[in-house]
């Protein structure tokens, strides 16, 4: 009997601590959170952020704080936060590259980017095919027909090696059999002044940096990297109606430090959603011609896997290597 009963207590003292177990998401937020956006600010993804953020506050109950740390195609911010503590008060807003592609074109990162806890899909911008004023090509056809015709004569500006826009460049290239040169430059406006002055003849680019362009008649939008035509553009075309099937897009994701609580991330999750859905934010983000993101930590996890296989096949396949 007294051998029994001490197996009894021994059993109950060992599941005690077990049980006793607090929940980390049952008091979280207690104090502000900061999302580390990893792009200067203006952009899509900060001004997203941003929106997202002031509405999040509301859900949380606590200040969110929204810092910029740019640099190196997204690494520093990327860093900073894959070195801080899990407790979900430290998070990242992220572009597609650091997440997505820098693996592919550094030797070296001082991140995983398969570590990071995906939280949340915030916004995605779609990307189109731009030409300069007086581009003599009125369609994608004889766009690619005059490429053809003139190998390596045409260029494009991009946003900077390895980022979208450089990228849909690359796949576009590798999907129609066109060689036109790559362009860099430090960010989308010194590359958007030179499109307007007619110094670069095309560039990929998010809507919502070109929609106001070719409105104004600055530039002129050839086609979206689209599956389906966009609202906003119903005459302009997608490349896969032409049968180039290029569709990319300008993402924001939000993520946490490796090993944050699950519980954290599903409560960040719901809060994030919740704030999608605003009817308000929603008309907000169609004015910055942006698509509303949303989903599960899960779906958020497979949609950047997915993203990651196929940046690096277009970088193989481009040739482009390692810094």
């Known amino acids: 009997m007294m051998r029994a009963l001490s197996g009894l207590v021994g059993v109950a003292l060992v599941a005690l601590p077990a049980a006793a177990q607090p929940d980390p998401a049952a008091n979280y937020p207690s104090k502000p959170v900061r999302i580390i956006v990893n792009v200067a600010p203006g952009g899509g993804v900060d001004t997203a952020t941003r929106l997202v953020a002031a509405r999040l506050e509301q859900r949380l109950g606590q200040p969110i704080v929204v810092e910029n740390r740019s640099g190196a195609g997204g690494n520093i911010g990327a860093e900073y936060v894959f070195g801080m503590e899990p407790d979900g008060y430290t998070l990242m807003a992220s572009s ?6 820098n693996q592919w074109l550094y030797k070296k990162l001082s991140y995983d980017p398969a570590g990071f806890e995906p939280i949340a899909m915030m916004s995605r911008i ?9 581009f003599p090509a009125k369609t994608v056809q004889e766009f690619i027909a005059q490429v053809k015709a003139n190998p ?5 500006a991009s946003q900077g090696t390895g980022t979208a826009s450089h990228l849909s460049g690359e796949l576009f290239m590798k999907l129609s059999g066109t060689k036109i040169v790559h362009v860099p430059y430090k960010g989308t406006g010194p590359a958007l002044n030179d499109i307007i002055a007619g110094h670069v003849d095309l560039t990929f680019i998010q809507l919502s940096n070109a929609y106001a362009l070719h409105n104004a008649g600055k530039a002129r939008i050839l086609a979206a990297a689209t599956d389906k035509r966009l609202d906003v553009l119903p005459d302009i075309p997608t490349l896969t109606e032409v049968g180039i099937p290029v569709a990319t897009d300008t993402w924001n994701a939000i993520s946490a430090p490796p090993k944050t609580p699950a519980a954290i991330v599903a409560k960040l999750n719901t809060a994030i959603n919740e704030v999608l859905r605003d009817p308000d934010v929603r008309a907000r983000f169609r004015e910055l011609n942006t698509l509303v993101g949303g989903g599960t930590a899960e779906e958020t996890a497979r949609f950047v896997r997915e993203e990651r296989r196929l940046w690096g096949e277009v970088v193989q396949s481009a040739g482009l290597k390692p810094e």
């Not at 390596?152 to 494009?156: A, V």
């Open 126 to 134: 779609p990307n189109v095919l731009m030409v300069k004023p007086g």
């Open 152 to 156: 390596g004569k045409f260029n494009f």
């Open 96 to 101: 597609p590259s650091p997440l997505a592609i």
